[in-house]
DNA sequence: ATCATCGTGCGAAAATTGTCGAACGATTGA
DNA sequence: TCAATCGTTCGACAATTTTCGCACGATGAT
C-alpha cells in the first residue's frame, strides 16, 4: 500500500524568511498556525471547516511549500503539523513572538 | 517654520502583526528594514537610489503604515528610522531574528 | 461493485499589490 | 526671482494573489 499522496518540503536550510512571513501575513492561514500550534496535528479540515476544499487546498499547499506545516496523508485526509522544530532552529522564538503578538482574532479584551 | 508634510503613524498598540509581516515579507522592503537596523536614521533616498521616486514612495509609505518605521519631514527630505522600541515592545524579537534569519538571502546588489 | 467522501489540479474571475511616468507643491540655493 | 531637487499624488498597467466551481483519482464503507 504505497502512499497515494506525497507531498514536497523544503529542506530546512531552504526555509526563507521572506516567504515565511508572507505566509503568516494572512490572517486566515495565520489562524490555521496558531490552531496548530495548539492542538499538534489535525485533520487539514479542522483548518477551515467552511472554506471551499480548493480554497483550503491552496492555503495549506502554501504554508507547505514555505516551510511552515509538515503535510502526509493518512487514508483519504490530510494531517497536518507545524514544523516547530524546523522553524526554531532556523528562526528562533519568531512563531511563538508572531502567534504572542496575535491576539485580534478572538474579541477579547486583556492586555497585561 | 512648520513642518510642510505630516505624517500619519498606527500607535503601539494598533501595530498590527499581519500587516507587520507583510510589509517584511518583500525582499526589497526587507532590505531597506535591514538598512535601517544597521545605520539609524537615515536619508529614504539611500534606501533606493536607483528606484523611482514614486516607487520608493509607496514602499516607504507601506513600511510606515504598517507601524515598521517612521517618517519626519526635514526640510526637503525625509527622514527614515526604524521603530526599535515599539516593535520591540510590541513583538519581541521579531525584528532582530527576521534580520538574523535574513543575511544569507541571496545578496542581490544592495550589499556593498 | 457501487457510492459517498476527501484532496488535488485546472481554469477563470476578482481582488490586491507592485511598478512607474507625469504633474504638482514645497524647499533650498543662487 | 529663478531654477533645481525632493517627496507626494494620481493614474494606468503589469504581476501576483485569492477565491472557488468543476472534474478527476484515490480511499473507505456498504
Known amino acids: 500500500m504505497a502512499p497515494a499522496r506525497v507531498y514536497q518540503h523544503p529542506e530546512v536550510d531552504e ?4 516567504r515565511v512571513l508572507f505566509a503568516l501575513s494572512e490572517p ?3 489562524s490555521m498556525v496558531r490552531m496548530l ?8 479540515i479542522e483548518l477551515g471547516p467552511d472554506l471551499p476544499r480548493s480554497t483550503l487546498t491552496h492555503h495549506t499547499s502554501l ?4 516551510g511552515v506545516v509538515f503535510v502526509r496523508a ?3 485526509k490530510c494531517l497536518i503539523r507545524l514544523r516547530d ?3 526554531e532552529a532556523r528562526f528562533p522564538g519568531l512563531i511563538d513572538t508572531v502567534l504572542n503578538g496575535y491576539q485580534e482574532a478572538a474579541p477579547t479584551q486583556e492586555d497585561a
Open 28 to 30: 486566515l492561514r495565520l
Open 85 to 87: 522544530d524546523d522553524l
Open 63 to 66: 504554508l507547505r511549500e514555505s
Open 37 to 44: 500550534a495548539e492542538r499538534g496535528e489535525v485533520d487539514s
Open 74 to 76: 493518512e487514508g483519504r
Open 15 to 18: 526555509i526563507a524568511i521572506p
